[in-house]
């Protein structure tokens, strides 16, 4: 059964570009419910933790550099079938294949700089959101 929260963050490029209220409003628009929500700076020390996952891949470097060079905004969403909702939402990683409307088509730049990041399954949406948030950070 799919879990009903799941975890974004809006990345340095939209948020230097002054789209997190629009994004944010999207999110809502689309039924989800803001449990919890911070804006925020990660260092590079803290990107290379978020982002292990892909320490061995060749982009890691320049994904911790772009990640903590401005402020983010960090958010757990909650809504039935939340991760799978919410990928549809923002849309394909690289802008140019994701499809009219979405977060991603409106808002990104290029496949580096496009606009959110979406947890991928129940499990890294759990893992994600308590990276950034403790228990008494959320509503119930």
Do not use: W
Not at 62 to 77: F, H, N, Q
Not at 96 to 109: D, H, L, P, S, V
């Amino acid at each position: 059964m799919a879990g009903n929260r799941t975890f974004t963050m809006i990345k340095p490029d939209a948020f230097a570009a002054g789209n997190s209220g629009a994004i944010l409003k999207m999110i809502e628009e689309a039924g989800f419910k803001i449990v919890a929500l911070k804006a925020t700076q990660l260092t590079p020390e803290l990107a290379g933790k978020f982002y292990a996952v892909h320490k061995e891949r060749p982009f890691y470097a320049d994904l911790c550099k772009y990640m903590s060079s401005g402020p983010i905004i960090a958010a757990i969403l909650e809504k039935e079938n939340a991760v799978e909702d919410f990928r549809t939402l923002i849309g394909a990683t690289n802008p140019a294949n994701a499809a009219e409307g979405t977060i991603r088509k409106i808002f990104a730049t290029s496949i580096e700089a496009n606009a959110v990041h979406g947890s991928d399954s129940d499990e890294n949406a759990e893992i994600e959101g308590n990276f950034f948030f403790n228990q008494f950070d959320r509503v119930r």
